[in-house]
Each structure stands twice: as structure tokens, then as C-alpha cells.
């Protein structure tokens, strides 16, 4: 069974090397939409396969550290990274170009992540993220599945090298939510009280 979330955000970037002349060379932003599809073998104790109550803490935070800001590539020309920085409050410096298959990637890698380092207390251990829809336009979009995600042919996707800004991590309700990833400190999730036995 899959189950999905959809999560918004406005966010800048330039394409490098693409074949468009507009995306290339000049800075454009989208309004995407992002599909988090969550499957698991089995349903929780709740009966669903992961309550979407549970997504509003960092998964929530991580998706809005895009919102508003400038994406970039951390092997962007130097003078552009250091421009965005002075201008925009709001950045995030990634190992990949911020296309919307690789920004699909970055997704499906960070919120398993996210999923995997939670202490889950509902019978929803199982849980884990099927795939990443990324709509950048509503015409098109790029949908990433597991292999894609860690397919080192397409850039590896070390969480180490996604950077949130300062002023983007200090809006989160934990601002040292993205460091306590990295340092694989566990979240957890609320325990449950059975209310009907079974």
C-alpha cells in the first residue's frame, strides 16, 4: 500500500549546463510540488500505513528549509554562491546541480533518513519512503525511486554536504534538527496508548 503527502515550496536556482538558454544562464524560480509516497509491508496499529500527523515535525522543517530560498550547487562559480549568500537569507548549497531530478534524490535521501533515525512506536517500523515526486511546472515533473536515489552514477547524495543557511535554521522549532541528523541523534516518535484491544 503507498500513501502520499503532498508538501509546497517556492524556490530559485539556475541549471548549469542544461540546453536552455533561459535556465542556464539566468537566476528563475518554481513553485513546486512535492508527492511523498510512504509505503511499509505491514499497517500500524492505527491501521494506516504512517500517520501524516507524524510527517509535521522534520520532515515538515526540512521541506520548508527549500521554501523561499535560493538552491545552488556547491560547484557553482564562486562569485554566484557568494552573491546568493549576501542577498538571500534563505540558501541551501547541495552536491548536486538543483534540477528537479536531483532535487528528487536529495529529497528521497534526507526524508529516509529522517524516517530511519526515528524511534517509531505505533507498529510502524516498516515505514519508509517508496518514492519522490518533484513537480517543478505543472506540465512537468521528475519522479525518483530508491535505486535512483542512491545510484552513485547520478551523484552521490552525501547529507553531510546539503547546507541550510543560518536564517533558514533558525526558523525551524529545533534549530539543530538538521545537525542531530547528521549526527545520527535518534527523534522519537510519541508513544501510544492502546485504546481498543487487538
Not at 564562486?78 to 529529497?107: C, D, F, G, N
Request: aromatic share 10%; proline share 3%; hydrophobic share 40%.
Amino acid at each position: 500500500m503507498i500513501i502520499r503527502k503532498l508538501y509546497r515550496f517556492e524556490a530559485a536556482h539556475i541549471v548549469r549546463n542544461c540546453s536552455s538558454d533561459r535556465c542556464k544562464y539566468s537566476v528563475h524560480g518554481h513553485s513546486f510540488r512535492c508527492e511523498l509516497l510512504l509505503t511499509a509491508d505491514r499497517l500500524d496499529r492505527g491501521q494506516m500505513v504512517y500517520d501524516f500527523g507524524l510527517l509535521k515535525g522534520g520532515v515538515k522543517d526540512f521541506f520548508d528549509g527549500f521554501d523561499h530560498a535560493s538552491l545552488f550547487w556547491d560547484k557553482e562559480v564562486p562569485a554566484y554562491v557568494k552573491a546568493m549568500k549576501e542577498h538571500s537569507k534563505r540558501w541551501v548549497s547541495l552536491p548536486v546541480s538543483p534540477t528537479a531530478e536531483q532535487l528528487s534524490r536529495v529529497i528521497f535521501v534526507a526524508v529516509s533518513a529522517l524516517l530511519d533515525n526515528t524511534v517509531k512506536a505505533n507498529g510502524d517500523e516498516t515505514a519508509r519512503v517508496h518514492s519522490v515526486i518533484l513537480h517543478e511546472t505543472e506540465t512537468g515533473y521528475a519522479q525518483c525511486f530508491r535505486a535512483d536515489a542512491y545510484d552513485a552514477g547520478m551523484g552521490e547524495i552525501d547529507l553531510h554536504q546539503v547546507v541550510f543557511s543560518a536564517s533558514t535554521r533558525a526558523e525551524w522549532p529545533d534549530p539543530s534538527m538538521w545537525d542531530k541528523l547528521l549526527r545520527g541523534v535518534k527523534f522519537k516518535n510519541p508513544a501510544i496508548r492502546l485504546q481498543i484491544a487487538g
